[in-house]
């Protein structure tokens, strides 16, 4: 027969049931809880601090992430460089054949008084090694009909420290439809043409590898070492007629938990849960003295709530955070953005030519094009990690309604880079 609880000032009293409140919080379930409640609380703080420069993360702030603490730091290396250059009757260094690399950077004059192709030049060249930059047939190409319409096209240091400055050479029928592109403001179609342009004056310049960057990016110190030996390191592997690019700059925030491969996160953590039921089954048949604290309500409790609680904070902190990839090169043939530097092996420059040429009509970003082009041709396509480049231009090139996108396009990682 069940007794009826006895009330006491207004309340039942409590023990009088069989498992009561008091009882409980003495219990050795009770602390097990505690504990695990407390360590994921700290876990939950620590994330919230250690990462807020992931974009692939809960807890991303945009205040810190897009600070800029290297970048500033290299472009004001940069700039002194530019301004010794331009400072200094420093003659341009002579014509070669047979360079290791060809570098072009198109540049196009920004509407803004900053012109960003200053510190990317500067960011390249400053740090190398008289060997390197010998090696290196440096080609700015100012992409006007005008050159004169680009505000750097007089300033000294611009033939100082370039190979050659290219500009158009054209017959005046396509001089006229170049004319009619610049405008009518059509840069896809136009930046496609001087893409094409560019990769046709640096292939015949005999290099080995073709480096395409845009010109508003900054070269982190020692960027032409890696590079170089992640291009010796392809060639060991892979043909080099059988992979597109090595991208010198990539985004994290494309890099996240992609619901293309859900089915891989649910994979690990049903192991996850599979693990632990075999850990927490083997610890109460051997371990005497955990038989009490493991009771069933403890690890119910462990199971079906610490386990996914816990495996929930993984999938917060971010997939950047939690599987960084290791230096080095790696495949990436899905997830690449956008078109800030690209090393291209000279044994698949002259079809790459001929389909941009096709593409003049087409409505594609260059970016784009190269995907889309691969994955119809199977070319692999690698990337350096950490990131060679990081992206500064918040004004585009593009001019108004494209500012949005080219602030947003950023490496993080960069800025935790640390000077040479």
């Known amino acids: ?120 030049i500067g960011s390249l060249l400053q740090g190398l090694a008289e060997e390197e930059r010998q090696s290196i047939y440096l080609m700015p190409f100012i992409a006007h009909t005008n050159p004169f319409d680009h505000p750097i096209y007089r300033e000294p240091w611009l033939a100082a420290v370039s190979n050659r400055v290219l500009e158009y050479d054209l017959g005046d029928d396509d001089r006229a439809k170049l004319q009619q592109l610049e405008g009518g403001h059509h840069f896809r179609n136009k930046s496609m043409y001087d893409y094409g342009y560019l990769l046709e004056k640096c292939h015949e310049t005999g290099a080995t590898w073709i480096a395409m960057l845009e010109d508003d990016v900054l070269a982190r110190e020692g960027w032409y070492a890696e590079a170089t030996d992640a291009l010796t390191r392809l060639r060991r592997t892979d043909s080099d007629d059988g992979w597109l690019y090595l991208r010198m700059f990539y985004i994290e925030g494309l890099l996240g938990w992609n619901s293309e491969e859900w089915v891989r996160y649910l994979g690990w953590s049903v192991f996850s849960f599979l693990v632990l039921a075999a850990i927490l089954y083997g610890a109460r048949i051997k371990i005497k003295r955990l038989q ?37 090169v790696h495949r990436m043939d899905r997830f690449g953005c956008c078109s800030q530097g690209f090393i291209f092996p000279r044994a698949i420059v002259p079809r790459l030519i001929q389909r941009t040429k096709k593409a003049m009509d087409e409505d594609y970003y260059v970016d784009m094009l190269l995907e889309r082009w691969a994955d119809a041709e199977g070319l692999k396509r690698f990337v350096v990690v950490p990131s060679l480049l990081q992206h500064v231009g918040a004004k585009s090139s593009k001019g108004w309604g494209y500012d949005r996108n080219a602030g947003t396009t950023w490496n993080f990682g960069f800025e935790s880079h640390c000077s040479l």
């Open 292 to 328: 009490r604290p493991l009771s069933n309500p403890a690890v119910l409790g462990v199971y079906f709530a610490a386990l996914p609680a816990f495996i929930i904070l993984y999938f917060m902190a971010g997939r950047v955070s939690m599987q960084p990839w290791a230096a080095g």
């Open 1 to 120: 027969m069940r007794l009826k609880p006895r009330m006491i000032l207004g309340a039942f009293d409590e023990s009088d049931r069989p498992l009561s409140w008091r009882k409980f919080a003495g219990s050795s379930t009770a602390w097990l809880v505690a504990l695990l409640g407390l360590l994921w609380f700290l876990t939950y703080q620590y994330c919230r601090f250690a990462y807020s420069h992931d974009p692939t993360s809960y807890f991303f702030d945009q205040a810190h992430g897009y600070e800029r603490r290297y970048s500033l730091h290299r472009e004001q290396q940069a700039y002194n460089f530019i301004r010794a250059a331009n400072n200094t009757s420093t003659r341009p260094i002579p014509t070669q054949i047979g360079h290791l690399m060809c570098i072009g950077i198109a540049t196009v004059g920004r509407t803004s008084a900053q012109q960003y192709v200053r510190g990317t």
